[in-house]
């Protein structure tokens, strides 16, 4: 199942996904994997992010992660040849980048994506923008209402980016566009950026591009847009693509029903337990008798007993929640998680 955006182009590109952050405001579910490797509408979110570029013609992508390849072992979308690059230090956003472009030496622009962005953005119209102009670098934005937030991107003549102004005061700047963390790069657009140690695409790349003069170009887009990095909106997500306002993959097996939910095909759903709104039911699940779960996130093999009630919550793999139990609002529980029985409760 795919998401690309009706104007797509099946453009032959490589990918590099910056994957090397902490995940620390997604603990517990980070302390045992990568952020992007946690479940996403029933599979990891770095499948659901190949399975879109496959659709978009790209046929390689690199994963530039933390100290430890071992995590990533086995990703696979059929179509795509994916790698998987380690920083032993932490590089900021572009120093491993530029690293690997530096000794890839690739002889075509190249996608940049983050690995925990959650767009229905259509990659091939932002790089047939990018090819048609021969930009150094071509950079996706999106629209928000407060802007104070951010660093904005000033776009002038439709589509050339001359200047980047971090976090401005309300009213300073007329600009509503901010970076989407999806770029387009030239290959050689490291050139003016020697070294091997940290570097940042937002503090020193782009701004130093277009203080040289090179074409950096914004592509403004209405496509979804927003980061999954936190609990809070991690559940946004998964509720974004259920309500349908953002396309993107979902795992083989896992169903839409009303609601609206999704229920994997091997998961066991009491015909009395009451699956509301917004929720996900991940492979293995057990939903028993009487149970109520709402606006919830069931990774793989979770256990919820009869009666118990589920609300707002994120539960790792294997998770048991006893029976009559309550979890949530705003509860994370790690991976093999227990949740006593509440013997008060029927």
Known sequence: MGAGGAGSLCIHMDAVILAGGQGTRLRPLTDTRPKPLLPFMGEPFAVGLLRRLAEAGCQRATFLVG????????LAVDGVTVDVVTEETPLDTAGAARRLLRDAGPDGPVLVCNGDILTDLDYGALLAMHVSVGAAATLALTRVEDTTSFGVVVVEDGDIVAEFVEKPAPGTVDADTVNAGTYVLAPDVFAAFPGDGPLSFERTVFPGLVQAGDEVLGFVSPAHWQDLGTPERYLAGHRAVLDGHCRWPHADGLHLVDGPSAVHATAD????????????VGPGCVVEAGARVADAVLHGGVRV??????????LGEGADVGAGA?????????????????TRRP
Request: no cysteine; proline share 9%; aromatic share 2%.
């Open 305 to 314: 007993g009869s009666h118990a009630q589920v609300r707002r919550a994120i």
């Open 269 to 280: 759903v009491d015909p009395t337990a009451d699956v509301g709104v917004g929720v996900v």
């Open 67 to 74: 100290a430890d390849a071992s995590p990533w072992q086995g």
């Open 326 to 342: 309550v979890v949530g609002p705003d509860a994370v529980l790690a991976d093999g998680e227990v949740v006593p029985a509440d």
